[in-house]
């Protein structure tokens, strides 16, 4: 859990291996760290949500709920609505948070931005834009909504849509990611690590730690590694190389 590998493909995994997984005591400690995180999470405002957040996921988990993630095979799913709570955006307007039994909205994690789209209610009295998807504890996956129109209820049936080109301009930043660390390992060498990274449909950012002279001349040469084996079609490259002029590193 401390390093998001999910259960079911660390029992996989081993399984393969002949390798045994104490499920049981898996749980315990996973038990015994929601319990210290609410210690943490005790004040007001968002730490108070926070902890409210771990208790619905108690509750979901209890009551074999807990959201289904099916993003990565479908960009469109009908759910049902297991929570709603009112909430504020930034500038003032009304937001409407929401879990769902099922879900093709993939939540922020690993420095990717969440999904946007579209839900609306099978009986048609429902409709709101999905400006974000967080995950604010690891079980559940959170869609924040602006109603368009009606009010959404627990219990109401709906159909979610992932908004695909955005989508696929998340995922080709995110290969880009892969392919840039690709890149600088194979000019700086294996010792590069990657530090941090920001992915969303506008842009890319990618932090990596690095300690030999030269660096400049040797990133030079990995972007242009990047762009041959990139797509000629975009301009997120030279962005990037822009982004760091203006940092002034060369």
């Known amino acids: 859990d401390t390093f998001g590998f999910p259960l079911d493909l660390t029992r996989t995994i081993c399984e393969e291996r002949g390798i045994s997984v104490d499920e049981k005591g898996f749980e315990t400690h996973m038990e015994k760290q929601r319990e210290e995180s609410r210690k943490h999470?005790?004040?007001?405002?968002?730490?108070?949500?926070?902890?409210?957040?771990?208790?619905?996921?108690?509750?979901?988990?209890?009551?074999?709920?807990?959201?289904?993630?099916?993003?990565?095979e479908h960009l469109e799913a009908?759910?049902?609505?297991?929570?709603?709570?009112?909430?504020?955006?930034?500038?003032?307007?009304?937001?409407?948070?929401?879990?769902?039994?099922?879900?093709?909205?993939?939540?922020?994690?690993?420095?990717?931005?969440?999904?946007?789209?579209?839900v609306?209610?099978?009986?048609?009295?429902?409709?709101?834009?999905?400006?974000?998807?967080?995950?604010?504890?690891?079980?559940?996956?959170?869609?924040?909504?602006?109603?368009?129109?009606?009010?959404?209820?627990?219990?109401d049936r709906v159909v979610q849509t992932v908004e695909s080109d955005t989508r696929a301009l998340t995922a080709r930043n995110h290969t880009a990611t892969h392919m840039l660390q690709w890149a600088l390992r194979s000019v700086l060498g294996n010792h590069v690590k990657q530090a941090g990274s920001l992915v969303t449909p506008e842009?890319?950012?990618?932090?990596?730690?690095?300690?030999?002279?030269?660096?400049?001349?040797?990133?030079?040469?990995?972007?242009?590694?990047?762009?041959?084996?990139?797509?000629?079609?975009?301009d997120r490259l030279s962005k990037c190389l822009l982004s760091l002029r203006f940092d002034g590193l060369f």
Request: charged letters at 25%; zero cysteines.
């Open 41 to 72: 999470w005790k004040g007001t405002g968002d730490q108070v949500l926070a902890a409210e957040w771990y208790q619905l996921s108690d509750q979901l988990k209890k009551a074999g709920k807990l959201p289904e993630f099916v993003g990565y």
């Open 78 to 118: 009908t759910g049902e609505t297991l929570a709603v709570i009112p909430s504020q955006a930034e500038d003032g307007s009304l937001l409407t948070l929401a879990v769902f039994s099922k879900t093709p909205f993939y939540g922020e994690s690993g420095g990717q931005t969440g999904d946007r789209g579209r």
């Open 120 to 155: 609306r209610s099978e009986k048609g009295d429902f409709e709101g834009e999905v400006l974000d998807v967080q995950r604010p504890v690891p079980e559940l996956i959170v869609a924040h909504l602006k109603p368009k129109r009606g009010i959404l209820k627990v219990g």
């Open 203 to 234: 842009l890319l950012r990618f932090d990596f730690s690095h300690r030999i002279r030269g660096f400049l001349s040797h990133l030079l040469w990995g972007a242009s590694i990047f762009e041959k084996r990139g797509d000629h079609q975009n």
